[in-house]
């Protein structure tokens, strides 16, 4: 995404995360991005812990799991 995107890290930080929430949902209007694409394209912008936690998310639910 060449939009210059928010970068979430993670942590306890519920402003930041609807900062940065807010600020990739902008840029998917603005790219006119359909519902089915918001999931990998919002994933690629987080960091670190963030990244962790939807690496380990993304496989549970591909296994049929619940978060």
Same mark, same amino acid.
């Not at 993304?58 to 978060?67: I, N, P, T, V």
């Given at each position: 995404? $060449?939009? @210059? %995107? %928010? +970068?979430?890290?993670?942590?306890? *930080? %519920?402003?930041?995360? =609807? $900062?940065?929430?807010?600020?990739?949902e902008? +840029?998917? $209007? !603005?790219?006119?991005c359909? *519902? #089915?694409? $918001?999931?990998?394209? @919002? /994933?690629?912008v987080?960091? #670190?812990?963030? *990244?962790y936690w939807w690496?380990n998310a /993304? =496989?549970?639910?591909? !296994?049929?799991?619940?978060?």
């Open positions: 995404m $060449k939009n @210059g %995107p %928010p +970068i979430f890290d993670g942590g306890y *930080d %519920p402003e930041g995360a =609807q $900062k940065w929430l807010e600020g990739v902008r +840029i998917f $209007k !603005a790219m006119r359909q *519902d #089915e694409h $918001k999931v990998n394209l @919002g /994933s690629y987080l960091h #670190e812990e963030a *990244d690496g /993304s =496989q549970r639910l591909g !296994a049929g799991g619940a978060l």
